[in-house]
Nanobody
């Protein structure tokens, strides 16, 4: 009953920018807390890899290949995470997936904790 909806992908030229957004929501019940939110990506023929993560207190982590170019941020009140991607390269082309790890959800008198993934959004960097 918890869903993550991503937006902001698309086609961009090398050197361009895109901003991805991902909002976690519950059709019923309430999301109480999300420990870590992050972005992963998967290019054709490759394994899914971590791009960036951010904890509820704001601690961030990036894969080396995006440091200095990508910035992850979140709005805890909106259960939303963002990924600002600048100086994009063709190697950044992939499907980008949002992840909410250790999400606490309350519904019908029951608390649950689990991890959730978004459906993915395509980012293509090409001239």
């Amino acid at each position: 009953q918890v869903t993550l909806v991503e937006s902001g992908g698309g086609l961009v030229q090398p050197g361009g920018s895109l901003r991805l957004s991902c909002a976690a929501s519950a059709a019923s019940g309430t999301i109480l807390r999300i420990n870590t939110m992050g972005w992963y990506r998967q290019a054709p023929g490759k394994q899914r890899e971590l791009v960036a993560t951010i904890t509820s207190s704001g601690t961030v982590n990036y894969v080396d290949s995006v440091k200095g170019r990508f910035t992850i941020s979140r709005d805890n009140a909106k259960n939303t995470v963002y990924l600002q991607m600048n100086s994009l390269k063709p190697d950044d082309t992939a499907v980008y997936y949002c992840n909410a790890d250790d999400l606490t959800y309350y519904y019908g008198g029951i608390y649950s904790r689990d991890a959730y993934w978004g459906q993915g959004t395509q980012v293509t960097v090409s001239s």
